[in-house]
């Protein structure tokens, strides 16, 4: 009888513990708190918190050939399910009219990737390879399933990482953008009140993914999978004849595929995985990465404003960064703080939706010249 | 040992190439915007213009 209970004491995973399941722990019940009291992206950090939570529980074998988190993971990440249809709702609840309506804030998308080139030189220099810098940078981008997109291509094996480092710094916007925007601007540029955006005509709207999808894919054809499933979302809704389609993927598909993703890549961090030097380097250049997105969306506003009649106010250039709305909203506070009645939420908007643009094909051609697409 | 030709061949290309691209798309939002504004019916005008009665 001792025997036997010896033998069944040692089948639960109490014998098992160790310090790095604890710590794991710890790190989820961070995102669950950080979900549930903070509200920083709750939608993803409390799948996320809970599946560090569970794929760091001894024996159990969720990620191993044949467990359950790992053939959510098997196909809804390696095989590169999830990430398009996550796009394909992204470009659903995408209006583009803020950016047709003002395009130029489409450069300052561009400039917001700055930062994805800088840690890509910094992963460099501290010894990484260059399609894990590549995935390593792309992080700058603040765009989560172009990170999982590029990282599965080009470094599978920082996937956990640099996933969870880009959902966790998109969390984050509304702590790390704002000191670097007060530092970059003074308070009269802050006070810069920007015209009314003009109204955008369906046809104008609808002539836009076709054109985007077309000009992208030809210049980025490895961009096409995520693009392309941005550009029919958005046509879906910009069409108005297929509403039904839109809904769904605005609500019921968009909200089954975030479960699976935050799932997914929560599974990606076991103890053996994440508890090792190369993940924190991952997690500090990422913070690396998005602070010069920040700053190269910054300053390029202010670059523009030399030779505009009509200034912009720079601070929707640090929207440039994808993290889609939060990214705006931010820029909506800190504007509202030096002059209460600047909206400046709508124009930050454009900038915003070339964030993620900007993102994917940059994306794209690390993908193409780092040998993955 | 960085391979850094390569390196730097991705940030010239990669760098540039957000911003052709995404200048390209600048460029065609604006064509398409006047092609559209050129089939735009003239709406009618309330002052001025032609009036009969």
């Known amino acids: 009888m001792a025997e036997f209970l010896g033998t069944m004491l040692l089948k639960t995973g109490f014998m098992s513990l160790e310090l790095k399941h604890l710590i794991m722990w710890l790190i989820g019940f961070l995102f669950i708190f950080l ?7 709750p939608l993803l950090l409390l799948p996320i918190g809970f599946a560090i939570f569970i794929v760091n529980l001894p024996l159990t074998g969720l990620m191993e050939e044949g467990g359950l988190l790992r053939i959510f993971y098997h196909f809804g990440l390696e095989w590169e399910i999830i990430p398009p249809l996550i796009f394909l709702g992204l470009g659903a609840m995408t209006d583009f009219g803020p950016l047709i309506a003002n395009p130029k804030t489409l450069l300052l998308g561009a400039a917001a990737q700055f930062g994805v080139y800088i840690a890509f030189f910094g992963a460099l220099l501290i010894g990484f390879k260059i399609p894990e810098a590549c995935s390593i940078g792309i992080i700058g ?14 470094a599978p094996h920082l996937l956990g990482a640099t996933a969870v480092a880009a959902y966790s710094y998109m969390s984050m916007v509304p702590i790390i953008q704002p000191p670097i925007m007060k530092l970059l601007t003074s308070k009269k540029e802050r006070k810069i009140t920007m ?9 104008e709207k609808i002539l836009f993914p076709l054109a985007a999808t077309l000009i992208i894919c030809l210049i980025v054809p490895p961009a096409a999978p995520l693009m392309a499933m941005f550009m029919i979302g958005n046509l879906f809704r910009e069409s108005g004849v297929v509403k039904r389609l839109t809904g769904a993927a605005q609500n019921e598909l968009m909200n089954i595929v975030t ?34 997105s920040t700053v190269g969306g910054l300053l390029l506003a202010k670059l523009m404003n030399l030779f505009l009649k009509e200034k912009i106010n720079p601070l929707i250039g640090a929207a440039g960064v994808s993290a889609v709305p939060m990214a705006s909203r931010v820029a909506q506070k800190v504007g509202a703080e030096a002059d209460p009645k600047n909206f400046l939420l709508m124009h930050a908007m454009g900038p915003n939706i070339a964030g993620v643009i900007g993102t994917v094909v940059a994306a794209g051609f690390f993908l193409s010249m780092a040998g993955g697409g | ?39 735009k019916k003239p709406k009618p005008s309330v002052q001025g213009g032609d009036h009969h009665g």
Do not use: C
């Not at chain 1, 990606?268 to 990422?286: H, I, Q, W």
């Open chain 1, 259 to 292: 479960i699976f993703l935050g799932v997914s890549v929560g599974a990606t961090m076991s103890a053996d995985s994440f508890l090792r030097p190369e993940a924190l380097l991952v997690f500090a250049l990422g913070l690396v990465a998005f602070s010069f």
């Open chain 1, 195 to 203: 015209r009314q955006l003009r109204p955008v005509s369906q046809l």
């Open chain 1, 35 to 41: 979900a549930i009291k903070k509200n920083y992206e």
């Open chain 2, 1 to 39: 040992m960085i391979p850094w030709g390569q390196a730097v061949r991705i940030f010239v290309f990669g760098f540039s190439g957000v911003f052709i691209t995404l200048a390209i798309l600048v460029l065609t939002i604006l064509i398409l915007g006047k092609v559209i504004s050129l089939f």
């Open chain 1, 141 to 154: 981008g603040a765009d989560g399933p172009t990170t999982i997109y590029t990282t599965v291509h080009l």
